[in-house]
Structure formats: structure tokens, C-alpha cells
T-cell receptor
Framework: GQNIDQPTEMTATEGAIVQINCTYQ??????LFWYQQHAGEAPTFLSY????GLEEKGRFSSFLSRSKGYSYLLLKELQMKDSASYLC??????????????FGTGTLLAVQP | DSGVTQTPKHLITATGQRVTLRCSPR?????VYWYQQSLDQGLQFLIQ???????AKGNILERFSAQQFPDLHSELNLSSLELGDSALYFC?????????????FGPGTRLLVL
């Protein structure tokens, strides 16, 4: 089966650091993506992890532990514009010749002044 | 701007009707994916096409169908519409189906069934 869990909502303060966790149980794994989605808009790609460890990209970092079925997205120096939903998505096994993504329900982050 | 275009942006129709949503992938991308996002659910994968061929199916209803044309644009057809079909429908594209292929999403079509 496929199960991806994220907290529903989080609140953080402008300038601070926030960590959004994602745990997954999927039949096959071939990579984990994080997307940002503002209300009513398209998801936009933030990061991709396929090997264990930390990937850093400016103010955003993403970590993966395949043995624990766990990932987190770290946002530093929070800005008001970071208020959005953050979606964790797992890519299925490559052998099936598909690149479909299974998404979690998303974490709605509110950044406060 | 992801380079993926979708039309129309908004669609209002009645139960029982049929609609067609259109998607043009980024230049050079061969794979197109369709997702549905309703208020109480996350993004749900519907179907994937790669270079004109169906590649993967998700929880797509039998009332829904899709195709990808030789110019690589794709259409999602929704028929016998029900109130519960009201949702945002996103199209995404990627170069192929290889490891690490990032999917880029279009702006979506907001469908309201009355």
C-alpha cells in the first residue's frame, strides 16, 4: 500500500527556521520530492532526494533516510511569502516504467510577523 | 512559469455534462501526467502518457479518459459529471520517465460542477 504522512498545519515566525516532516510507507521507492503550493496555484518543485542525506538549495534543504522511511524539508530565514502548502511526494519503483508521484496531503505553513 | 499550459483556467458546468481539459507540455517533454486535487484530498494521480502511449494509471474513474496526441499535447475528458468531480485538475510534464525526472505543473483548470 501507499501511505504518506505529514503534519496538517504548522506556524512559524518570520526569520526563523522550520522543519516539515514526512514519513512514508510505499510499495517501492525511487525518490522523494518536495513541492511548494500557494493556494489555488500550481505546485512548484523545491527539491529531490533519492539517496540518504541532506540536499541544500539556498534557504531550503531536504533530508532523506530510506531505512526509516523519513524525510524533512528545512526552511531557513523564513519570509512571509513562504506561507504555503508543502507537499511531500514519493516516486514509485522505476521498473514499472512510470514516473507517477504519490503525494501526501500537504502541510500548510503560516509564517507570522 | 513552468512552461506547461492548460486551458481553460475555469470551467463551470452542470451534472451529467461532458468537458474536455487541454494541456500542452513543456517544449521537448514527452511525458504528461494528470492529477486531481479536491478540497479534502491531496493531489491524486490519474494517468500518465509517454510519447502518445498510456504509461500508468492511478485511481481514474471509468467516466474519465485521456489521450496524448502526436504533437504531445494531451486532453482529459470527463463525462457524466457529478458534483464530486468539482476540483482543480493539474497537468504536469517531464522529459521522460527516468530517475530524478522532475514533474513541472501547469496552472490547473478549476472545474465546478453545479
Amino acid at each position: 500500500g501507499q501511505n504518506i504522512d505529514q503534519p496538517t498545519e504548522m506556524t512559524a515566525t518570520e526569520g526563523a527556521i522550520v522543519q516539515i516532516n514526512c514519513t512514508y510507507q510505499t510499495s517501492g521507492f525511487n525518490g522523494l520530492f518536495w513541492y511548494q503550493q500557494h493556494a489555488g496555484e500550481a505546485p512548484t518543485f523545491l527539491s529531490y532526494n533519492v539517496l540518504d542525506g541532506l540536499e541544500e538549495k539556498g534557504r531550503f534543504s531536504s533530508f532523506l533516510s530510506r531505512s526509516k522511511g523519513y524525510s524533512y524539508l528545512l526552511l531557513k530565514e523564513l519570509q512571509m511569502k513562504d506561507s504555503a502548502s508543502y507537499l511531500c511526494a514519493v516516486r514509485g519503483p522505476y521498473g514499472g516504467a512510470t514516473n507517477k508521484l504519490i503525494f501526501g496531503t500537504g502541510t500548510l505553513l503560516a509564517v507570522q510577523p | 512559469d513552468s512552461g506547461v499550459t492548460q486551458t481553460p483556467k475555469h470551467l463551470i458546468t452542470a451534472t451529467g455534462q461532458r468537458v474536455t481539459l487541454r494541456c500542452s507540455p513543456r517544449s521537448g517533454d514527452l511525458s504528461v501526467y494528470w492529477y486531481q486535487q479536491s478540497l479534502d484530498q491531496g493531489l491524486q494521480f490519474l494517468i500518465q502518457y509517454y510519447n502518445g502511449e498510456e504509461r500508468a494509471k492511478g485511481n481514474i474513474l471509468e467516466r474519465f479518459s485521456a489521450q496524448q496526441f502526436p504533437d504531445l499535447h494531451s486532453e482529459l475528458n470527463l463525462s457524466s459529471l457529478e458534483l464530486g468531480d468539482s476540483a482543480l485538475y493539474f497537468c504536469a510534464s517531464s522529459g521522460g520517465t527516468g530517475d530524478g525526472e522532475t514533474q513541472y505543473f501547469g496552472p490547473g483548470t478549476r472545474l465546478l460542477v453545479l
